[in-house]
């Protein structure tokens, strides 16, 4: 996947273990200020100023008024047009799309054993594979929805209560006596967060041109500013954000060289994703059909990530490939049609969403999957 890539200098590998031990400024300053204050009603005012503008409270507390000053004031480099052109791909990547973040991003991030302690300390076996799953899956549709990173639109708010999660548990996690600083860094780091972004955002897209989505040169890259505001809004420092594919792409190859560790914690988390689809909810058929989806999602994972990939996160190396090479056809005619057929691209994205959706809809089935719920540490979580 990074052909040609040359391994960071010395200079960069000291800024990379720097960052490691970075967290984010703002987000941290203010859940110190939660903490002291009072989490309950903090967290009250937070939720109203995120849904109704820090404007809609008579006399905000100084640390909450300089967060919302600073996420309600869009970066410079932000461009509209460009944005809501990078979620229009997302959308039309389709189910192909999600399978990817699932298959490649999600399960393949295990093998970052750092950021599994960050998951397994706050309780991510006991949430389960599949409501993981369903809440980042979420906070991913939020954030490609059409108008969702607008101010108050779904994305955005999904975001920055993931951001706030993250900072919440990062206070937590650090101050536990069997947190190891020196070993593993702070938990979700800046390395960590920007990791999670890549895995979440140019993953999905390579690894969707792979299984047969036509794409452009001008279409990743407006793909890449979308990610690169999602970033932002998420707490990432700009020098860690992509400003296009290839950048996306030398990034993720520096960050993979720092944070790819696999050990026992990768198999504890990777086996029950493996077998997340055997639990699924299918109106019917839920047997013969969680064992088809069991090895199709296995199948995608054995493409990118390899026999040794596989072996790290104690999944059946022998698997085959078999579902991408078959797909591929189908996929590639659906996307070159929307290009050649007027009106194409947007009845594409359309359904597209519309199969993202309905793969959400059946891995929560009647519990709604919600962001920002409180021991939410998880979504979004684990460069995934």
Not at 69 to 75: G, H, K, L, S
Not at 117 to 129: E, F, P, R, S, V
Not at 191 to 218: F, H, K, N
Request: charged content about 20%; glycine content about 10%.
């Amino acid at each position: 996947m990074t052909p040609g890539m040359q391994q960071p200098d010395d200079t960069r590998w000291r800024h990379i273990g720097e960052a490691l031990m970075h967290g984010d400024g703002p987000a941290d300053r203010l859940v110190t200020w939660m903490a002291s204050s009072g989490m309950r009603a903090a967290r009250a005012q937070f939720e109203q100023a995120l849904e109704r503008g820090i404007e809609s409270l008579s006399d905000p507390p100084e640390p909450l008024r300089a967060f919302f000053a600073e996420i309600d004031t869009p970066p410079p480099w932000l461009d509209w047009e460009l944005q809501a052109a990078g979620a229009e791909v997302y959308r039309r990547g389709g189910i192909e799309l999600v399978y990817v973040a699932r298959d490649v991003s999600f399960v393949g991030g295990y093998q970052a054993s750092a950021f599994n302690k960050t998951l397994l300390l706050t309780g991510a076996l006991t949430k389960g594979a599949t409501r993981r799953l369903g809440e980042t899956l979420r906070w991913a549709l939020d954030s490609t929805a059409e108008g969702g990173m607008r101010r108050f639109g779904a994305g955005f708010k999904s975001t920055v209560r993931v951001r706030l999660i993250h900072a919440l548990v990062r206070r937590h996690v650090s101050q536990l006596p069997s947190w190891q600083m020196r070993d593993w860094g702070l938990p979700i780091n800046q390395i960590d967060m920007a990791a999670t972004l890549l895995g979440a955002a140019s993953v999905p897209l390579l690894g969707a041109r792979m299984l047969g989505m036509l794409q452009t040169r001008a279409e990743r890259d407006a793909a890449t500013h979308s990610a690169r505001y999602l970033g932002w809004l998420m707490g990432v420092e700009e020098r860690w954000l992509p400003t296009d594919e290839a950048s996306a792409m030398r990034l993720l190859y520096e960050f993979l060289l720092s944070i790819s560790n696999p050990d026992e914690t990768s198999v504890q988390l990777a086996q029950p994703m493996a077998d997340e689809p055997l639990s699924r909810p299918y109106p019917r058929w839920a047997a013969l059909r969680g064992r088809f989806d069991r090895a199709r999602h296995l199948s995608i994972s054995r493409l990118f990530l390899g026999r040794r990939g596989m072996r790290n996160l104690g999944l059946p190396e022998s698997t085959l490939p078999w579902y991408p090479i078959l797909n591929w056809p189908r996929c590639a005619a659906r996307h070159l049609l929307s290009r050649v057929v007027p009106g194409g691209k947007g009845r594409a994205a359309r359904a597209g969403r519309q199969a993202q959706e309905d793969f959400l809809q059946l891995l929560s089935g009647s519990v709604e999957a919600v962001v920002g719920g409180a021991t939410m540490a998880g979504s979004g979580l684990g460069p995934t």
